[in-house]
Nanobody, 120 residues
Framework: QVQLVESGGGLVQAGGSLRLSCAAP????????MGWFRQAPGKQRELVAA???????NYADSVKGRFTISRDNTKKMVYLQMNSLKPEDTAVYYC??????????????WGQGTQVTVSS
């Protein structure tokens, strides 16, 4: 079973920043595309950002220009730098390996996630 461990969440005021980290020690990381997802209360989980094995990235429209996804293949880590946070960014954030025909389908069971709460 693939292990995914998210960290770095917390409580921050609107306009603030957080950096999320995800460890994926059992993923064949260097050839894997990775994604960050989030799930707000009462809403479906949604893809926030994805990064290919080659470093290409894409973002949900709601976070473009504010969030940056990155990866460190030697450490098997993926990061999400979140700036200019808004209350609507409040959610539990998860990472996962992604794939499928669309390239954004989560491939493994979810980790525990990390809570991000943005106060107004």
């Amino acid at each position: 079973q693939v292990q995914l461990v998210e960290s770095g969440g917390g409580l921050v005021q609107a306009g603030g920043s957080l950096r999320l980290s995800c460890a994926a020690p059992s993923v064949i990381f260097s050839i894997s595309d990775m994604g960050w997802f989030r799930q707000a209360p009462g809403k479906q989980r949604e893809l926030v950002a994805a990064i290919t094995s080659g470093g290409g990235s894409n973002y949900a429209d709601s976070v473009k220009g504010r969030f940056t996804i990155s990866r460190d293949n030697t450490k098997k880590m993926v990061y999400l730098q979140m700036n200019s946070l808004k209350p609507e960014d409040t959610a539990v954030y998860y990472c996962n390996q992604v794939g499928g025909l669309s390239g954004v389908i989560p491939l493994h069971s979810w980790g525990q996630g990390t809570q991000v709460t943005v106060s107004s």
